[in-house]
T-cell receptor, first 115, second 109 residues
Framework: DAGVIQSPRHEVTEMGQEVTLRCKPISGHDYLFWYRQTMMRGLELLIYFNNNVPIDDSGMPEDRFSAKMPNASFSTLKIQPSEPRDSAVYFC?????????????FGEGSRLTVL | GQSLEQPSEVTAVEGAIVQINCTYQTSGFYGLSWYQQHDGGAPTFLSYNALDGLEETGRFSSFLSRSDSYGYLLLQELQMKDSASYFCAVGLQGGKLIFGQGTELSVKP
C-alpha cells in the first residue's frame, strides 16, 4: 500500500481565498483523522471520522473550517475564507482500530501558508 | 477536557539512556501511545500501552501506570538518528487520539 496520501504538499494562498486539502487513507482503515500542527499549539485534533461518519468535530476552530468524507477512500478539509493564522501543517492520518491499538498512519502533511 | 504534559526539551549523549515522561488527565482513557517525528515530517508510531507495565521494542521501551495517569518512553543506546520530537498521545473512548505538545530530543556526540 502507498500509505496515506495528501495533496497538495505545499500551498501558498492569499487571505480570503478558499483552500481545499485532500487525503486518501490506507485502504481498509475505517478511522480518518485531521490534525493541524503549529509551533505554538502542537498537534491539534480537528476532526475524525469512523466509517466515513464524522464522530467528533469539536476541534474545528470555527465555521470557516469544514471536512467531508464522501467515501472510504477520500476526505477533504476546506477553509473558506482563509486567514493568515490558518498557516500550519495539516496532517491526515488513518487507522484500523486506533481506539484499541493507538496506532495511526500519517500522511506527509500539507504545508499551508496564508499571506 | 483532556490534558497531557511532557517536557519540552531533553538533551543526552550518544550511547546513553533517556526517559521522556508523560502525565495525563482525561476521561474515557483507553491507552497511551508514543510517536516520533523528524524535522516536521510525518509522525510515526512507536508503541502503545493499554495495560500497566513495560512494553519493549528493540532499543525503545514504554511504560504505563494507569493509577498514576503516567507513562514514559525509554530510549537506550542513543544514536544520533534518534534526535527528533517525541509525542505521547492518549487514546480515548470512540477511537479519539489526543497528542501532547511533544518533547524535542537532542542527541550529542
Amino acid at each position: 500500500d502507498a500509505g496515506v496520501i495528501q495533496s497538495p504538499r505545499h500551498e501558498v494562498t492569499e487571505m480570503g481565498q478558499e483552500v481545499t486539502l485532500r487525503c486518501k487513507p490506507i485502504s481498509g482503515h475505517d478511522y480518518l483523522f485531521w490534525y493541524r500542527q503549529t509551533m505554538m499549539r502542537g498537534l491539534e485534533l480537528l476532526i475524525y471520522f469512523n466509517n466515513n461518519v464524522p464522530i467528533d468535530d469539536s476541534g474545528m476552530p470555527e465555521d470557516r473550517f469544514s471536512a467531508k468524507m464522501p467515501n472510504a477512500s477520500f476526505s477533504t478539509l476546506k477553509i473558506q475564507p482563509s486567514e493568515p493564522r490558518d498557516s500550519a501543517v495539516y496532517f491526515c492520518a488513518s487507522g484500523g482500530i486506533s481506539g484499541l491499538t493507538g496506532e495511526l498512519f500519517f500522511g506527509e502533511g500539507s504545508r499551508l501558508t496564508v499571506l | 477536557g483532556q490534558s497531557l504534559e511532557q517536557p519540552s526539551e531533553v538533551t543526552a549523549v550518544e550511547g546513553a539512556i533517556v526517559q521522556i515522561n508523560c502525565t495525563y488527565q482525561t476521561s474515557g482513557f483507553y491507552g497511551l501511545s508514543w510517536y516520533q517525528q523528524h524535522d516536521g515530517g510525518a509522525p510515526t508510531f512507536l508503541s502503545y500501552n493499554a495495560l500497566d507495565g513495560l512494553e519493549e521494542t528493540g532499543r525503545f521501551s514504554s511504560f504505563l501506570s494507569r493509577s498514576d495517569s503516567y507513562g514514559y518512553l525509554l530510549l537506550q543506546e542513543l544514536q544520533m538518528k534518534d534526535s527528533a520530537s517525541y509525542f505521547c498521545a492518549v487514546g480515548l473512548q470512540g477511537g479519539k487520539l489526543i497528542f501532547g505538545q511533544g518533547t524535542e530530543l537532542s542527541v550529542k556526540p
